[in-house]
C-alpha cells in the first residue's frame, strides 16, 4: 500500500567555502570583486523526486547565508524506485557568467516517511547536514528541518476496509470513519429538528374567506 502526503523542508542557514572562479581571467575575476565586492549571492535549488523548489537569492549573503524558508514537496512511501533522497544544491548567483556551484547535502528522508506513514506524522527538527563539492571534498554544512504529514480520504479508508487491510492500520480506519459517522448524525438531527419545528408551527392561511370565517361572517355571505 502506498501512502502519500506532504513532505515540508525548513531551509534555515549554511556555512559554506566561497567557490573558486575556476577558468575565469583576470579581468572577470577583477570585475566581479568590484560589483560584489567578494561575496557570495547564495541560493540553494532543493529537488526531491522530480519535483524543484528554489530559495531567493540573498545579495551579498557571503558564506553563512540564512534563509529561513519553507518549502513543500508531494511525497509517497514507499517510492516506486525506493529511493528517497532530497537533494540541496547551494549556488551563488553571478551577473557576468554561469551561476556557481558551491556544493550539494544529500538527505535520504526514507526512515522519516516510514514513521509518518505508520503514525499520520513524523518530524526531525533542523539539523546540520554535509555540503560536498562533486568529487566529495567537504565544503560546509547546511541546517535542515525536515517533516511529513500522511494524507488521509475516505477512499484510502474503503480501500484497505474491502481489501481486508484494515486491521494492519486501524488508525487510519478510525480517522477515516470517525468523520464519516459524525456527518451522518448532524444531517438526520438537522432533519428531524426541521421536522419539529414544521409541525409546532400553525399553517398561515391570508385568504378573505378564512378571516371572514374566523369573524363568524357566513361564507354565502362573504361571496
Known sequence: MVVSGLLQIHLVDARVSDPS???????LILLSLLVSAGRMDPYVILRYMGQERKSRVLREGGSNPTWNET?????????????????LKIMDEDTFSADDFAGAATINVGDLL?????????????????VVLADRSYQGDI?????FKRKVSIVSYFSFRFTGQERQ???????????????????VRQSSEKIKRAG???PKNHSPHAR????????????
Open 143 to 147: 541546517r535542515v528541518g525536515v517533516s
Open 114 to 130: 516510514q514513521l509518518g506513514a505508520e503514525k499520520g506524522s513524523a518530524e526531525l527538527p533542523p539539523h546540520r547536514y554535509r
Open 71 to 87: 518549502f513543500t514537496f508531494q511525497a509517497e512511501y514507499p517510492a516506486p524506485d525506493h529511493q528517497h533522497n532530497l537533494v
Open 200 to 202: 409546532e408551527k400553525e
Open 21 to 27: 572562479p575556476g577558468f575565469w581571467s583576470p579581468f
Open 212 to 223: 371572514k370565517t374566523r369573524d363568524g361572517i357566513a361564507m354565502q355571505e362573504f361571496y
Open 169 to 187: 492500520m486501524p488508525k487510519l480506519e478510525a480517522l477515516a470513519k470517525k468523520p464519516l459517522k459524525d456527518t451522518v448524525d448532524n444531517r
